[in-house]
């Protein structure tokens, strides 16, 4: 459906770049199983011009270059000028590219996920470093203006805060099209900085929305722009039948597993909002019961599909939510002062009222566990009242936590697919999950936080 708007668009923009934001080889079982193969030709036939990383990086340094080497090569540029190696600070791959557009030369500078070895494993990237790296920015910038672009374009993968901050701190970006934070932004944010003012989007993910911008440019400087932030309806778009096909042919191999029924849902399933989803809650639970755990923890990731009220629950959907490449569950005993410091630590990624402080994803999803929650107080003074089962958690009490997907190396565990599917074949049908939100305080007039 994306390809067929996309293909629409092309009709009165020949010449326009597809810009890929990252986070595209990754999240589904197909992608896992064929260690992103599927999404790298999928790009290639939507014919993206360029794209930044994230989740890439999860398959390994050796896989991200053997993909950019046989099969970006000529096709796709993946760019980030702030990823650089660890012994002499060398780029590791592109950082820019310029190209000339209806006459203009416009320039396109990549912007990896700056915090990837703290967010994602770091024995998966060892010899790369990251880091937001604005000084270089700035010099990229002054760069490619050196080479004669008129127009200056950021793909980031920084997620909408932190491009906000860059933007004010980085002269000469005509536009930051960025990607981490899924946020479906309908209109630019437009920032003053000292070299004038820099158009700042996102526009969402998993194929909801296509980001539009038409810049006019006169005399060698943008002086407006067009910017539209398009829906993909599946029912209002035919499916491309091209893209189709390639989607089936790589689905067919795997069709019989991917499509088994596991359970029945009673309620709706989905994942997103700052605490929880409810499939994150059915994950929590899944880990409680199945590793006979106190309490659970979830990552807050933020992709995943949707299942509706009476649909069957098929081993795709569970993939969908947990297809990573290090699924490993763990069973860890932990003191409540532990406990606290954790999720300290993660309400702080999140809540950090300096954007380049924020680095992680959503908050950690909670099993079991009840807690207060202050965003707006002050580092290792946001949580509060934490109870199990009612009764308050003793400091110096050791409790059994579930959870999964560490970064360490050398973890292990039944992967986080088994568990939930153990789960759910027991279940059969699945009641509504009751969400397991914190007491929020502070935040009567901040709806936006507090979703």
């Known amino acids: 459906h994306l390809a067929t708007l996309v293909k629409k668009m092309r009709v009165d923009r020949p010449n326009a770049f597809l810009l890929d934001g990252g986070d595209t080889w990754q999240g589904s079982a197909t992608a896992l199983w064929t ?3 599927d999404m790298v030709d999928a790009c290639k036939l939507l014919r993206v011009n360029m794209m930044s990383p994230h989740w890439e990086f999860t398959l390994g340094a050796q896989r991200v270059e053997e993909i950019i080497k046989k099969d970006f090569a000529g096709n796709v540029e993946f760019l980030a000028q702030n990823v650089k190696t660890t012994d002499f600070g060398d780029p590791v791959f592109k950082p820019y590219v310029i190209r000339e557009q209806n006459g203009i ?7 990896a996920f700056p915090y990837t070895p703290i967010a994602n494993p770091r024995y998966m990237v060892p010899d790369w470093t990251f880091g937001i790296q604005d ?12 080479k004669g672009a008129k127009v200056v374009v950021v793909l980031s993968h920084n997620g909408m805060d932190v491009d906000l901050k860059m933007a004010t701190r980085v002269r000469g970006i005509d536009a930051i099209f960025g990607g981490h934070t899924h946020d479906g932004v309908p209109q630019p944010v437009v920032v003053s900085n000292a070299g004038g003012k820099t158009l700042v989007t996102n526009a969402g993910s998993n194929s909801k929305f296509l980001g539009v911008m038409d810049l006019d440019v006169r005399d060698g400087k943008v002086v407006d722009f067009k910017y539209s932030l398009l829906p993909v309806f599946a029912n209002m778009l035919p499916a491309d039948k091209e893209m189709q096909a390639l989607i089936d042919r790589i689905r067919a191999p795997y069709k019989a597993k991917l499509e088994e029924p596991l359970a029945v849902t009673e309620g709706l399933l989905y994942r997103r909002g700052n605490f929880n989803g ?3 809650q059915l994950i929590c639970d899944a880990l409680i019961e199945v590793k006979g755990a106190d309490i659970a ?7 995943g599909t949707s299942i509706l009220s009476g649909q069957a629950i098929t081993r795709e959907h569970v993939m969908d939510q947990t297809a990573i490449t290090y699924p490993f569950t763990t069973l860890t005993e932990m003191t409540g002062e532990f406990i606290k410091t954790v999720l300290e630590d993660v309400c702080d990624n999140l809540f950090n ?5 924020q680095q992680g994803g959503d908050m950690v999803r909670v099993g079991g566990l009840t807690y207060a929650c202050e965003p707006g107080g002050k580092a290792g003074s946001r949580i509060s009242d934490m109870r199990l089962k009612g009764q308050l958690i003793d400091p110096k009490k050791t409790y059994k936590v579930a959870g999964w997907a560490p970064v360490a190396e050398g973890a292990k565990g039944e992967p986080i697919w088994e568990v939930v599917e153990t789960w ?3 279940k059969k049908r699945v009641s509504p999950r009751r969400l397991n939100l914190p007491r929020l305080i502070g935040l009567k007039n901040n709806p936006g936080m507090a979703g």
């Open 35 to 37: 260690k992103g193969q």
């Open 105 to 111: 030369p416009v320039a396109v500078i990549g912007q």
């Open 135 to 146: 000084d270089n920015m700035q010099k990229m910038v002054d760069e490619v203006r050196a």
């Open 278 to 280: 409810t499939f994150d």
């Open 297 to 303: 923890f979830s990552p807050g990731f933020r992709w």
């Open 353 to 357: 009222p300096d954007p380049y402080y």
């Open 424 to 426: 759910l074949k027991t």
